[in-house]
């Protein structure tokens, strides 16, 4: 197993960017896809974004296309995602979440077995 720790959430004006961050532990030496989820208030978790670990392929939901970017750190075992041009609707709690995995990318829940604590992200408008 892989221990996630999220930060980098916080309080930001509509409009404007943040950068959320997914540090990884424990068997970083094998292969891992990693992805970002999110959770509003009353609603279910869904999927943001994912990378593979060999190409850095990324994949993201239609709702984040284009404004969101992630990337990884493989020295720092490290994971980001760059949001850019936030919208109120962006306000929830993001997850990182890894599962062993060389070539693909994951954009299920039921797909991954280690997750972060989640990290608070309010846009205000």
């Known amino acids: 197993q892989v221990q996630l720790v999220e930060s980098g959430g916080g309080l930001v004006q509509a409009g404007g960017s943040l950068r959320l961050s997914c540090a990884a532990s424990?068997?970083?030496?094998?292969?891992?896809?990693m992805a970002w989820f999110r959770q509003a208030p009353g609603k279910e978790r869904e999927f943001v974004a994912a990378i593979t670990w060999t190409t850095r392929t990324t994949y993201y939901a239609d709702s984040v296309k284009g404004r969101f970017t992630m990337s990884r750190d493989y020295a720092r075992n490290t994971v980001y995602l760059q949001m850019n041009s936030l919208k109120s609707e962006d306000t929830a709690v993001y997850y990182c979440a890894a599962r062993y995995s060389s070539g693909s990318y994951y954009t299920t829940e039921a797909a991954f077995g280690s997750w972060g604590q989640g990290t608070q992200v309010t846009v205000s408008s």
């Open positions: 424990g068997r970083t030496f094998s292969p891992y896809a």
